[in-house]
C-alpha cells in the first residue's frame, strides 16, 4: 500500500523580491514561505514528512505550457538592471521582475514536477509543494499577479504525457481566479478546472467576465470548468463547505479523475488582506480530507497565495497534518450558508446541470436578481484584526489533541483478528449486571448471552471514546442496531452533547429519539420504509444498489448525509451495520471516512460479526485511511431519488446545509 506524505521546499525561492514601490505586489514576499515551513516545523509536521528536493523545470517542461518567446522574455530578466526589470514588468498585470525569478520560477515549477512524480509513481501518497513564485495566474506569453511560470497547468500537461493520465481534476481554492489555468485548459475535457473567488459582480481583480458561473469551457471541454464566483466578502466555513458539497465533489466524483492537483492559495482564508474572507485553517483541513477520497489518494497540494503570514502558515499546518491523517479538527462558527454563496452555489449548479448527471437530479434555475448587485459597499466583516491574530494564535490550543490510539477494537469471542492489524483489542469488560443494566430498557426478547457479552465489552470502549483516549471504534456484535441503542443511551450518559446515530439495514431497534436534540438519526435501508419523517431528529432514506457493485451512493451523500452532518455538527457518530444492508462495501467506506470530518473522527462503527467484507473495509478506513478507487458514476433509481427528495423537502427547512436554492 502507498503511504507518505510528501513535502517539496527550498529557501532559495526566497532569493528574490519586490526592489522598487508598488503597493499591489507588495504583499508577495519572501517570508510567505519561510514562515509556512517555520510553522510546519513547530508543529512537528517536518519530521512526519518525506522531504523532496526542488529543481530546475527544463525548458521543455516550461514550453508544454508557455510560447518560447515568453521564455525568451523570463531568461533575459537575469541580467537586467533594476529599470529594465521595472519596465518588463510594466508590460503585464501585477507581475515584478527580479534578476533571480527566472531561476525561483524554475525551482518552483520543477519542485511541483517532483511532487507530481513522487505521488504518480507511487513514491508518495500525497504531498504538498511550498514554492514561489505561486502560478496560477500565469498564461501562455503573460506574467501575471505575481505568477511566473503556470506551476499547475504545466504539472497537468506533465502527468498527462509522462504518466498516460486521462482525468485531472485541479481545485483552485485560491481566492483569485486561476484565469491563466482557465485559459489553457478551456477547451481540454480531460481537465477538469473548478475555482472559486472573489468576484463582487466583476468590480474584483482581475475583473474577469469569464470568471462568472457562466463561463463553463469551449468545444470539446464545454463542462469542464467550474467557476464559483462569491459576490461577497466574508464567506466562512459554512460557506465553503456548501461548495465542495453542492458543487465540487458531485461533479468531481461523477468526473473520476485519476490525479488532483490543488491549486492551495491561502488568501481565501480568515485575515487576509486580498481575499477578506472568514474561514479558519480548519476549514482547510475539511477541504483536504474530502479531497483525499477522490483518485485513489492521489492528491498533489501546490502553494499559490496567501498574504496574512499569520493565517498562511496556520492553514498550511492544517493541511499538511490532514494530508498526514491525523484528525480533522471540527469547525468552528454557525454552519448556515449566506445568502449570497447560496446564490452563486445555485446559479454554478444550474449553468452545469446539462453536462453532469448528479446535477440533473434535482430542479435548478438561475438566481433571478442577485441580491448584493447594484450594492457599492461590501458587507462589513466582523472580526477585526487584532481579534483574528488573537484567534490564530489560540486555535491549535483548542483544538482537541490526538488522542493515544486510532482504534479500538471490541471483539467478544474468536475472530479473524488480523483484518484488523493495528487497531487496539478492549481488553476490559463490564459485569454481568452492568450489562444487563445498560440493556433494561430495550426488548428483553432480544437479550441472549451473545449479546450480553457484546455488550459488556463495549461499555469501557464506549468511556474512551468520550474521553478521546481512542480516536474510533469498531464493534462487532451479534445485534448492531441493538448495540448501537444501547451505545447512544450510554454515551449521552457519559456526557456527549449531541450523538449522530446511522443505521444501515433493516434494523430491529431504533436508540430512542428525545426531541432535544442530543440525539439525531437517520436510517438508510432498501425496503419501502412505512415511516416517514416526523421531526427533525429523524429521516429514513430508502437507498439500493442495482445488481452490479454501483457508484451511486456519492449522490446520497453529499446532496443530503454529508449537509445533514455538518448542519448537525455531532460530537459522537454512531454507525451501525446491519447484513441486511442494501449498500455496497465500498459504499459504507466512503460514508465512513467522510464522516471522519465530523466530531473529531470519534466514530463508533457497530457491525454484525458476520459482515467480512465490511469489517474489513472499516478497518481500512479507520484504522489505516486507506485510499479508495471508485468506478464511474451509476444514476441512482428512481425510487432512491424519490425518497431522498421527500426526506429533503422536510428536513432542509431545518438543516440549512441541505439547501442548494437561494430563491
Ligand atoms: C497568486 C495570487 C494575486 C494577485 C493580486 C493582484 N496573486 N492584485 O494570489
Ligand atoms: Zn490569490
Redesign the pocket.
Known sequence: MVSGTALVYDEEMMNYRLLWDDP?CAIEVPERLSSSYKRLQDYDLVNRCVLLPVREATEEEITLVHSPEYLDVVKSTQTMDIDELKKTSKKYT?AYFHQNSYRCAKLSLGGTLQLVDAVMSGDAQNGMALIRP?G??SQRSESN???VFNNVAVAAEYAKIKYKVQRILIVDW?V?HGQGIQYIFEDDPSVLYFSWHRYEHGSF?PNLSESDYDFIGKGRGTGFNVNLPWNQIGMGNADYIAAFLHVLLPVAFEFNPELVLVSA?Y?SGIGDP?GRMCATPECFSHLTHMLMHLAGGKLCMIL??GYHLRSLSESVSMTVRTLLGDPVPRLSGNMTPCYSALESIQNARHAHSPYWKCLFHDETRLVQNISTKGLSAPAPLHADASAVDEFLENHMKILHPTPPMTTLLVAPGEHTLNLLAGAHLEESTATTEQAIHAMSVFNQDLLNENLLNSVGKMLPALEKLVNRKTRNCITLSPNASLSAAVAVQQVLRLGSERVLCILIGDVDMKPEITNDGKTMCLTISGDKMLEKTISQFQTFIKWKEGPHEGNSFFYALFRFLLPLAYSYQPDLITLAIESSRSIGTKDIALLTSLLQGLADGAILAIVTEADKDVIEALSNVLVSCASMFFGPYKPPAKECIQSLTQELTVMQTYWSMLQCLAN
Open positions: 499591489e501585477a505561486p496560477h495566474h499577479g505575481f505568477c485560491d483569485h481583480w492559495g488568501d486580498e499559490e497565495g
